[in-house]
T-cell receptor, first 107, second 114 residues
């Protein structure tokens, strides 16, 4: 079975502090991992995917197959990063989403 | 380019009724996926359509059905509504089938079942 776990419902950090949003997955094959973000009053949108290996808005995420993790990181949080973040997995079925972590960046 | 549109945006129904939700994908996108979002279960996959064919179906009862038209517009139908069907229903479109392709989400239809 495919499963995505985001252990934190809410994460509060101060502006300028590092951010790490945790995502762990369960899948026996080679997964594709994604991070989606939903800003206040906006639509859910793709932030980044592991196959692109790129940095978007200062965020990066590395797939760690040994630890089955795909944590989202940013060295210096900005107020505009406050949003709901969802980790998603594509294995042999369509996207499976985690329940999301709300990031609150405090000025 | 216009984004994914969903109609209606809000809907109130009573138990036992049926409902039809509509989704218009981004122009040129041929794949449409539907998701149910609830506070308890989060985002759950309902179906995926590509070129009028259902490609994948999530673990939902047969009361949930969908279809896609030749212009790629999609509808989903829920019959014999239950209180637990109250949710935000999201539609997402992509150029091609498969979750590897970036999905563009609509604003959702908020369904309340009384």
């Amino acid at each position: 079975a495919q499963r995505v776990t985001q252990p934190e419902k809410l994460l509060s950090v101060f502006k300028g502090a590092p951010v790490e949003l945790k995502c762990n997955y369960s899948y026996s094959g080679s997964p594709e991992l994604f991070w989606y973000v939903q800003y206040s009053r906006q639509r859910l949108q793709l932030l980044l995917r592991h196959i692109s290996r790129e940095s978007i808005k200062g965020f990066t995420a590395d797939l760690n197959k040994g630890e089955t993790s795909f944590h989202l990181k940013k060295p210096f949080a900005q107020e505009e990063d406050s949003a709901m973040y969802y980790c998603a997995l594509k294995g042999n079925t369509p996207l499976v989403f985690g329940k999301g972590t709300r990031l609150s960046v405090i000025a | 380019k216009a984004g994914v549109t969903q109609t209606p945006r809000y809907l109130i129904k009573t138990r036992g009724q049926q409902v039809t939700l509509s989704c218009s994908p981004i122009s040129g996108h041929r794949s449409v996926s539907w998701y149910q979002q609830t506070p308890g279960q989060g985002l759950q996959f309902l179906f995926e359509y590509f070129s009028e064919t259902q490609r994948n179906k999530g673990n939902f009862p047969g009361r949930f059905s969908g279809r896609q038209f030749s212009n790629s517009r999609s509808e989903m139908n829920v019959s014999t509504l239950e209180l637990g069907d109250s949710a935000l229903y999201l539609c997402a479109s992509s150029l091609r089938a498969g979750a590897s392709n970036e999905q563009f989400f609509g604003p959702g239809t908020r369904l309340t079942v009384l």
